[in-house]
């Protein structure tokens, strides 16, 4: 199964956490604007959670559960460059793992390489990421290590914007998906700790449904 849920608690919770330190942002009357030009209501910049230890520690140990949880034969935690490689390190320090991390490209001088950490193949990884919204950049990561030998077992995120694309794109790699909170556990705290209303929930679930042209 691609993508496998967490417990609502802990995706409950993960929200909490995210919107209380503004890691996550919501704004239906001044959207962000996304790179790839779309409109969205919603900012989500996850490195914040590493300025703040208890919040750090708690994503930190989540990820870990979930890893224990879903992937207890890893030999490797790989993160991916560049919001997943602290966590990823995180994660691979308390679970008394090796770790690498995947560049998005190699690098142009040196040893011009692609995965920064000892390669060994055949060896059995787990891949951090910060943040899955099509699920595009993070699956060139998994080719990369697949292609240097690696056996993928999945990969873990703090979260994930739920796109149906985004589900198409890991099942069609064959990787299995687990994020520690979702869009839909994030509009469900948000609306219950007043962040935002019932009439901005709507606007905020129309988006999820079509960002492309969200507000168009």
Request: charged letters at 20%.
């Amino acid at each position: 199964m691609p993508i496998i849920k967490v417990q609502a608690e802990t995706a409950a919770r993960i929200a909490q956490l995210l919107l209380k330190i503004e890691a996550i942002k919501l704004n239906t009357q001044k959207p962000f604007t996304w790179s790839s030009g779309w409109k969205s209501p919603i900012y989500c910049d996850n490195r914040l959670s590493l300025s703040y230890p208890q919040v750090r520690s708690e994503v930190r140990d989540a990820l870990v559960s979930v890893i224990r949880e879903n992937f207890h034969t890893a030999e490797g935690i790989a993160g991916v460059a560049t919001a997943g490689i602290a966590q990823g390190a995180l994660v691979a320090d308390q679970l008394t793992l090796p770790f690498l991390y995947v560049r998005p490209k190699p690098k142009d001088h040196g040893m011009e390489n692609l995965i920064e950490g000892k390669i060994t193949k055949g060896q059995k990884v787990v891949v951090v990421e910060d943040l899955i919204s099509t699920g595009g950049s993070s699956l060139k990561t998994v080719a990369a290590l697949r292609e240097a030998g690696f056996q993928v077992l999945g990969m873990v995120s703090i979260f994930n914007y739920g796109f149906d694309i985004a589900s198409k794109n890991f099942y069609e790699a064959d990787v299995s998906l687990v994020s520690l909170s979702d869009y839909s556990h994030l509009l469900t705290q948000a609306l219950k700790e007043n962040y935002i209303t019932e009439e901005q929930v709507t606007s905020l679930k129309a988006w999820r449904v079509d960002p492309a042209n969200w507000r168009k």
